[in-house]
Every structure is written in structure tokens, then in C-alpha cells.
T-cell receptor, first 111, second 115 residues
Framework: KQEVTQIPAALSVPEGENLVLNCSFTDSAIYNLQWFRQDPGKGLTSLLL?????REQTSGRLNASLDKSSGRSTLYIAASQPGDSATYLCAVKGAGNMLTFGGGTRLMVKP | GAVVSQHPSWVICKSGTSVKIECRSLDFQATTMFWYRQFPKQSLMLMATSNEGSKATYEQGVEKDKFLINHASLTLSTLTVTSAHPEDSSFYICSAPAGSRNIQYFGAGTRLSVL
């Protein structure tokens, strides 16, 4: 059974810092990996999707990498802003379109 | 991108009543939809896979008689929480895959509070 772990569980940084969120998964047989953002009490916003054949994806200040063989992905956020404060979830897609989510990283960016 | 609409966004009900949550794919057809539950400060846990025209597939530990799923059309799946109790209070989110890469699109979620 696929297990997804995210480290750290919570992170507080001052505005302007670059930061890295980590995601690891136990079964490397994935189709893709997706990073989401979730604001309190809200649904999920997709940030980046990396196909299993890809190594990284970039969108603005966000860069996500994937090392499928080692079961790891990182989300890099450059020049963090208070508006980046949210919970970040990674999810891997296995057979049958099913997503398995990590526990999330709660990020707080202080002004 | 594709849009998934979920309704209602928030519902409060008395213990013992039933609550229906709708999940609609607005601009695409979805033969499969997924229902997740999220308790406070926890991640999303898959409850069941909704299949159009056939029975839903439930994850281990999820009571199929309590969480009734109906996927009667290619754009609508419903989750009915029957005889709700306070421990069923949670955030319920649906998703549906769309496009050639089967990217998952999520509804905005439904917050259920059972008194």
C-alpha cells in the first residue's frame, strides 16, 4: 500500500526566505505526483503536476522536482510571501486514478 | 481547466438526520469520481470511488451503508451521509479526473457539522 510522508509538518519563516518542502512515497510505481495548496476551510488548488517521466516542473516562484527511483519530491518556494501561508499537500497517483495524499506541511510566512 | 462544483459548501444538521452532498463536473464528463474526508489538521483520506452506472468501491473501514454513493450520470455523483452523528463531522471533498493526463480536479469541499 502506498504511503506518502511530508516533512516538515509545520514551518514558520520570515518573509523573503526561500524554502523547501519535502515529500516521500514508498511505492515508486506512480503515474504522476501533484502538489496542492489548501487554505483553511477551503478546497484544494493544484500547483504543479509532474508526470512520472519528468524530473521537474516550474510555475512562477514554485519549482517541484521528482526523483521517482528514490521516492522523493521537493517543492521549492522562492522569495516567500505572507500570501503563501497555507497547507501544502503532495499526492501521488497510482493505478485506477487514485490519489494518495501526504499529511501536509502547514506553512506560515511572517511579514 | 476543468471545473468541479460541490454543493453545499457548509451544512449543519441534527444527529440522526441524513445529508446529501453533490459533486458535479461542469464542463466535462466523469465516469469516475472520488470522495475524500478530511478531519481537522489531517490530510485527505480516500473514502470511496464512485463509478458511473455501477456500484461504488469503498476503502477499508468505510461503511457503505452509512455513506451512500450514487453516480447516476456522467456529470453528477452524490454522497449521502445517513443517520449522521457528531463523529461524522468533517470536511468532505470530491474530485474527478479530466483531460488526456487524467489530472484530478477538486470541488471546494463541504463542511459537515452534526450537532
Amino acid at each position: 500500500k502506498q504511503e506518502v510522508t511530508q516533512i516538515p509538518a509545520a514551518l514558520s519563516v520570515p518573509e523573503g526566505e526561500n524554502l523547501v518542502l519535502n515529500c516521500s512515497f514508498t511505492d515508486s510505481a506512480i503515474y504522476n505526483l501533484q502538489w496542492f495548496r489548501q487554505d483553511p476551510g477551503k478546497g484544494l488548488t493544484s500547483l504543479l503536476l509532474i508526470q512520472s517521466s519528468q524530473r521537474e516542473q516550474t510555475s512562477g516562484r514554485l519549482n517541484a522536482s521528482l526523483d521517482k527511483s528514490s521516492g522523493r519530491s521537493t517543492l521549492y518556494i522562492a522569495a516567500s510571501q505572507p500570501g503563501d501561508s497555507a497547507t501544502y499537500l503532495c499526492a501521488v497517483k497510482g493505478a485506477g486514478n487514485m490519489l494518495t495524499f501526504g499529511g501536509g506541511t502547514r506553512l506560515m510566512v511572517k511579514p | 481547466g476543468a471545473v468541479v462544483s460541490q454543493h453545499p459548501s457548509w451544512v449543519i444538521c441534527k444527529s440522526g438526520t441524513s445529508v446529501k452532498i453533490e459533486c458535479r463536473s461542469l464542463d466535462f464528463q466523469a465516469t469516475t469520481m472520488f470522495w475524500y474526508r478530511q478531519f481537522p489538521k489531517q490530510s485527505l483520506m480516500l473514502m470511496a470511488t464512485s463509478n458511473e452506472g455501477s456500484k461504488a468501491t469503498y476503502e477499508q473501514g468505510v461503511e457503505k451503508d452509512k455513506f451512500l454513493i450514487n453516480h447516476a450520470s456522467l456529470t453528477l455523483s452524490t454522497l449521502t451521509v445517513t443517520s449522521a452523528h457528531p463523529e461524522d463531522s468533517s470536511f468532505y471533498i470530491c474530485s474527478a479526473p479530466a483531460g488526456s493526463r487524467n489530472i484530478q480536479y477538486f470541488g471546494a469541499g463541504t463542511r459537515l457539522s452534526v450537532l
